[in-house]
Structures are given as structure tokens and as C-alpha cells.
């Protein structure tokens, strides 16, 4: 399967190799019971030929950092992720895996070609749902240097959260239940 960027570009081999073993280290299989998938009916659609609502099992993001030292020590020292992959390229480091749990963040190193000071992270937030405390999680966040955007509070659907802009300026909101 060939895949692309958001802006049709082709990826570099190594880039593809990564994504490759990143889609396989997780379960991808289909469901098995008969009632949620018939075996005639073809992949997302039903017996009857109504679509089926996807179902993920889970979600990783890829981020084009500036500066990924930066970002991987921001992410590792400050937030509490785990390093669990680093790939480099003639000498330098050009992306770095980062887990916590089942969430996974891939970073890349901005090569520039779209321009060195172009905007990251405008109109994005990612959400990381936790069973920790997460006044906790925004101490750390702050006696690591960071400034939050919002403070934890209550919110009505039922979670504690806070946001916070990693380096290059993403949205991160934290969160557990109530």
C-alpha cells in the first residue's frame, strides 16, 4: 500500500518502514463475531449493505517538531513519556517514538521545506485520558517550566482536565474522571 501525507507527498523509505512497523505492532485484526461482520459482506459494510460505524482501537499521532531534542526531552522529562524508539539518518536524529500507556506520539524533525517558522498545532488539540491524578500530571508540567493554558478544573461531561502547548505550540489537554 502506498500512502502519502496529508499533502500527497510520498513518504522516504524509512519513514514508510516506521509507519509499516508502527501499523503492525498493534492488533489490527476484524472482529470475528458473526453478528458484527458477516464474512460475505465486504470490509465496512454490513449483510444488509448499510455502512458500519468505524471502530478504532486506538489512535497515534505523528508531530513535525522543530527542534525534536527539544521536543523529546519535553515530552520525556517534563510530560512522563517514555522514549521507545529513536531513528537517525546520516548522524541525526530525525524521529523519535514516545509512549505513555497506550498513547503513542511519533515525532518527526522539521526539514524546512515548508518554510522554518511556519505555524504548527493551529486549530488541533490532542486529548490524553488518564486514570492518574491530573492536578499531579500539571505540578509536574509546571515545576518543569511550562506554562499551562487552563488550569485543572471540573467540566461537566464529567473529567478533570487541563491544556497545556507542548514546544512547537500543540495542543495537549490531559484528563480523568471525576
Known amino acids: 500500500m502506498i500512502r502519502t501525507d496529508t499533502f500527497g507527498r510520498l513518504p522516504s523509505r524509512w519513514a514508510q518502514r516506521l509507519a ?6 498493534k492488533d489490527l485484526s476484524l472482529p470475528s463475531n458473526p453478528t458484527t461482520m458477516n464474512a460475505a459482506a465486504s470490509p465496512g459494510h454490513s449483510s444488509n449493505g448499510q455502512s458500519e460505524p468505524l471502530s478504532g482501537r486506538s489512535l497515534s499521532a505523528s508531530l513535525t517538531v522543530k527542534d525534536i531534542a527539544k521536543s523529546m526531552a519535553w515530552y520525556r522529562d517534563v510530560v512522563g513519556f517514555t522514549v521507545a524508539q529513536q531513528h537517525e539518518r546520516e548522524g541525526s536524529l530525525r524521529s523519535v517514538v514516545l509512549t505513555a500507556g497506550d498513547v503513542r506520539i511519533l ?9 522554518a517558522d511556519r505555524v504548527k498545532g493551529a486549530g ?51 484528563a480523568s474522571p471525576l
Open 20 to 25: 509499516d512497523r508502527l501499523l503492525l505492532s
Open 107 to 115: 515525532l518527526n524533525q522539521d526539514d524546512g521545506a515548508k518554510g
Open 124 to 174: 488541533f488539540s490532542l486529548m490524553i485520558t488518564t486514570t492518574q491524578n491530573v492536578d499531579a500530571i500539571a505540578h509536574r508540567i509546571r515545576e518543569g517550566g511550562s506554562t499551562l493554558e487552563s488550569e485543572p478544573a471540573d467540566m461537566p461531561w464529567g473529567m478533570r482536565a487541563f491544556r497545556v502547548h507542548d514546544p512547537d505550540g500543540f495542543k495537549l489537554a490531559f
